[in-house]
């Protein structure tokens, strides 16, 4: 429960703070109501709380510049805010004024300050669970109240934790009163009271405490002022207690214990200072939406007091493909876990959908509870969630799948305060979970933040994520991650613990106060650290520890050794450590024990690396939600039903958005539309999207010309839609995007044809001809993906699954960027296809059950091109490389080549200077076999052969070192594109 209160007199200041971070403003008038950013209200919540000249207006009520008000944050359900606070603004002019359960006496000068307000002791539940009341003065707390007990009655402790004479009875109602000194003394006691509310109960003053007494922690904010002088501050916490506020009974008259059935249960809530950074999403409710509120038979209240378990598994059990699943502002209390579950053919295009920070569901339940339990999801988003564990529950969301699930995304959602993980694959689910990516999570408080266990639990995504507190940050057993822009403070054990079956990597990191950064103990993975910012971490044997399996460090800072000793500590003999660019402040070297590792050190390269501040953060504050909504069906009459043609009603779609511009969206309902003439999308500042994976446009014109195509875009964005299906196969695009305009194109989970197909001139989506200065960013997709003639383009694909990706084009001009971050490939001929020599950079590129890894070609008298690709795994039923003409420089590194096949052929041959270089790699149960013919050559470094059983095997073997010093220069130019790569991540998924 939230309570905070403040009375302020409006006429002398400009500017100031109420209780619960609400801002009025302004002198005589107008006066502006900002929200708890600070940013002026939306315009719906102007018709209720608006401005204007004569003062505030609520409920038919003005609050005037010249009079006193009395603002109450307390739980959701009045109009404004909703969820986890409401305002309520009062005319409090009037000494003694009292509003709904709360008094303030606004006091004569030199006259002490008293607040007083009622709680019900509901329950105790057992010893360790308090409440705690405690008053803050200028730098610290003054005076705390604790209560303990065994669910019969509860002991008051003082602020030290020592025993106070009285003993509270669960059931019966107190008053809690805070006298303090008046606003305008120097100094003074504080006095905390309390009166029992009962028949025949007494009062008694029983905590005493100087303003100078410590208590540490943070606590709700109770702030007034009285006009007479500096503002009288205190701040009250209710931890692990469910209480109950009074709604005006006279606390004096016998009639007060009637009272108490009538009065409504709110649940606790975890304080999480973090939150005010968590994004809020100000939807707008899209017609195929189905609220949780209205949209149900059972509807779930979101008012922290009802019990709204039993509504939310009815929603869930609602929920077919394609279905979104809302769930406005509230606080939705479950005593019960929910459950996602699935049918035979199992759920795809599946979203839950919050509003961010004030969207919050929480715990109520048994110790060690589960949240939400899903059972196997298929391409599907949760976005905008707060799961609160309050310290109760065990795990917040937990993947237990029966089904095999993929491309699932975990999105802005907060996890707080669980005793086992905030989100977790369960480590005995029966299929496999893969390709899930958290991005822009909060996991607070948490034993484990996010954990998984199993075997096939592989490609998760970490991405602008933060994790505060917790044992254990991420712990990854035997799945493989990518972690990348994530911060990490007070990890109690590790920011990352591992033994990952297939290579992972961090990068663009922090870790603050955590007593270790990674601790590594894969054998037989991989593993690069790149670009970080490790400071003041507290184990005393390193900041890393890794044990076994190649390490790259890049461009990482080691700052504040608990010991001023070196970062690395190195578990096994003969650990390989590529370094390059990394600082160690203080003095002293990298590596703690060095003559149990060979340490490659590469000369630093001319990019600049992309490190993350001390002080970064990637949570955002905010985040872009569409303006005005065009719906397709609505609006322009579309059906939807995959046999009527819903050309023009989309197209018409399409232009009202772009007349709109201003982020309008052009929205397709959940459906299958039939489209038999091309899409075109152009213009600048609009949205083109629909209800997920289950809004599906299907081509049913002629089979060469595209579905949709993009002309010169600028700021405009393709989102949560299906153009074109795997059941198509045809010999146009799908999506063609071109033109020669300097503007920014965005897709967002977007599927096109290519799963799990060998076709990879048919469909998909095709960039061609792009500008120096056009810009695209692929932040999700599905399926194949052509790029042609787009050298001088800035292209980064943040997360692109499978399909085959072919990149070629015979101009000569190369000053833009292509690079992806997470790329999965299966099934493909070549999962990878580079033409006409030309160059890509990819950070995390997984490969398995395909017939071949890579093919790069090239031609006489190409210009030369650089090729750097590291990766989780290379899974090939023929070879994983294969180089034939291809002028320049490829680079393949760290890498996991795994079992089969044995050997492993690399084969380089051209008549033009070509180089291929093996770097910082496992090889798993297979040797390579290097094939180099002509003026092809191929370079070893620092790797590492292990037989499947275990037994290493002699570098002598196939894994020698043959790089010579060429070679090392190239290492180093691998490693500036890396830079580049990570550089324009930054700057095109943060901005920075």
């Not at 600082?583 to 050190?601: F, H, I, S, T």
């Not at 990878?832 to 890894?853: C, H, K, P, T, W």
């Not at 180089?915 to 496992?922: I, K, N, P």
């Amino acid at each position: 429960m939230i309570i905070s209160k403040s009375s302020r007199r409006l006429s002398s200041i400009p500017a100031f703070l109420l209780a619960g971070g609400l801002w009025i403003q302004g002198a005589e008038s107008p006066i502006v109501l900002l929200d708890f950013e600070g940013e002026a209200v939306n315009a719906s919540q102007r018709k209720e709380l608006g401005a204007d000249p004569k003062g505030i207006k609520l409920t038919g009520k003005a609050v005037h510049p010249d009079g006193l008000v009395d603002a109450c944050v307390v739980p959701g359900g009045s109009s404004f805010g909703g969820g986890e606070k409401s305002l309520l603004l009062y005319d409090a002019s009037r000494k003694g004024a009292r509003h709904d359960g709360w008094t303030v006496f606004p006091p004569e000068k030199d006259a002490p300050i008293t607040v007083r307000f009622d709680l019900r002791v509901n329950e105790v539940r057992s010893q360790g669970d308090f409440l705690i009341v405690r008053l803050f003065a200028e730098g610290g707390a003054a005076a705390g109240l604790r209560l303990k007990g065994d669910g019969k009655e509860a002991v008051l402790l003082d602020g030290e934790g020592k025993q106070a004479s009285r003993v509270l009875v669960p059931g019966r109602w107190y008053r809690v009163s805070l006298t303090l000194p008046p606003a305008s003394a120097a100094s003074g006691d504080w006095k905390l009271g309390l009166e029992d509310g009962t028949p025949g109960g007494r009062k008694e003053d029983f905590i005493r405490a100087k303003r100078e007494a410590p208590f540490p922690g943070g606590y709700f904010r109770l702030a007034w002022n009285t006009g007479f002088g500096p503002e009288a501050e205190a701040d009250l916490s209710l931890d692990n207690l469910r209480v109950e506020r009074a709604t005006g009974a006279d606390f004096s008259a016998p009639a007060a214990a009637s009272a108490a059935p009538a009065l409504k249960e709110c649940v606790a809530m975890t304080k999480s200072e973090n939150l005010r950074r968590f994004p809020e999403l100000p939807w707008q409710k899209r017609s195929d939406w189905k609220s949780v509120k209205e949209d149900f038979p059972a509807k779930a209240l979101g008012d922290g007091k009802a019990d709204d378990a039993p509504a939310l598994q009815a929603a869930l059990d609602a929920a077919g493909n394609g279905t979104t699943v809302y769930l406005p502002p509230g606080v939705y209390r479950i005593t019960t876990g929910l459950e996602l579950r699935v049918p035979a053919a199992g759920l795809h295009g599946v979203r839950l959908i919050g509003h961010g920070r004030s969207t919050r569901i929480v715990w109520d339940g048994p110790k060690d509870g589960r949240m939400l339990t899903i059972r196997g999801l298929h391409r599907s988003r949760i976005t905008g969630i707060v799961w609160d564990g309050r310290g109760l529950a065990g795990i917040g969301v937990c993947h237990d799948a029966i089904r095999f699930e993929t491309q699932v995304t975990h999105e802005m959602e907060a996890f707080l305060g669980f005793t086992m993980s905030g989100l977790q694959i369960a480590p005995k689910h029966k299929e496999a979970s893969a390709e899930l990516l958290y991005q822009g999570c909060l996991f607070e408080d948490c034993d484990r933040g996010l954990s998984f266990y199993s075997f096939n639990d592989y490609d998760n995504t970490v991405d602008g994520c933060e994790f505060i507190r917790c044992a254990v940050a991420i712990e990854d057993v035997h799945g493989n991650f990518y972690a990348r822009n994530s911060r990490f403070e007070a990890s109690r054990l590790a920011d990352i613990r591992m033994q990952s079956e297939h290579s992972s990597s961090v990068r663009r990191c922090v870790s603050v106060g955590s007593k270790r950064f990674v601790d590594h103990h894969a054998s037989v993975s991989p593993m690069t650290i790149e670009s970080c910012l490790v400071s003041g971490w507290t184990g005393a044997d390193g900041a890393v520890k890794v044990g076994g399996a190649p390490l790259i460090v890049l461009d990482t800072v080691f700052q504040k050794a608990p010991d001023g000793g070196a970062p690395i500590q190195v578990a096994l003999r003969d650990q390989r450590i590529l370094s390059s660019g990394n600082r160690v402040e203080g003095g002293g070297g990298l590596v703690r024990n060095p003559q149990e590792a060979r340490v490659y050190e590469i000369p630093a390269g001319t990019a600049k690396s992309p490190r993350p501040s001390l002080e970064e953060s990637f949570l955002g504050a905010s985040r872009p939600v569409p303006g005005k909504i065009f719906d397709a069906r609505r609006d322009f009459g579309a059906k939807g039903d995959g046999k009527t043609d819903d050309t023009v009603a989309i197209q018409k779609t399409i232009d009202a958005a772009r007349a709109e511009g201003k982020r309008a969206l052009a929205y397709l309902p959940a459906g299958k539309y039939a489209v038999s003439r091309t899409l075109k999308m152009e213009g600048k500042d609009y949205s083109v999207g629909g209800g997920g994976f289950r809004s599906l446009l299907s081509w049913t014109g002629d089979p060469k010309g595209p579905l949709l195509a993009v002309q010169d875009p600028q700021n405009l964005v393709l989102e949560n839609l299906s153009v074109g299906s795997d059941d198509e196969p045809r010999e146009g695009f799908d999506i063609v995007q071109s033109g020669g305009g300097t503007g920014s194109m965005s897709y967002d989970m977007v599927s096109v044809f290519g799963l799990y197909r060998k076709m990879a001139e048919r469909g998909g989506l095709a960039l061609v001809g792009l500008a120096s200065g056009a810009q695209v960013e692929i932040r999700h997709l599905q399926g194949n993906l052509r790029i042609r003639d787009c050298a001088r383009a800035a292209i980064l694909a943040r997360t692109s699954y499978e399909g085959i990706v072919t990149i070629e084009g015979k101009e000569k001009d190369r000053g833009g960027m292509l690079g992806f971050l997470t790329r999965l490939g299966t099934k493909g001929e070549y999962d990878l296809v580079v033409r006409d020599s030309q160059s890509v950079v990819m950070s995390d590129f997984y490969i398995e059950q395909a017939d071949n890894g890579f093919l790069f070609t090239g031609n006489p008298g190409d210009a030369p091109g650089r090729i750097v690709i590291q990766g989780a795994k290379m899974g090939t039923e023929a070879g994983p490389v294969t180089m034939e003409g291809y002028r320049g420089e490829v680079f393949l590194g760290h890498h996991q080549y795994y079992n089969k096949p044995n050997p492993m052929v690399f084969r380089v041959s051209s008549k033009e200077p070509s180089t291929l270089t093996l770097l910082g790699s496992m090889f798993y149960g297979t040797l390579p076999q290097l094939t180099a013919e002509g003026a092809g050559k191929i370079y070893l470094l620092g790797n590492h052969p292990k037989v499947l059983s275990g037994q290493e095997v002699h570098d002598g073997q196939g894994a020698a070192d043959t790089a010579d010093a060429d070679a090392i220069r190239g290492i180093s130019r691998a490693f500036d594109e890396l830079r580049r790569l990570g550089a324009l991540d930054r700057k095109i998924s943060y901005g920075r």
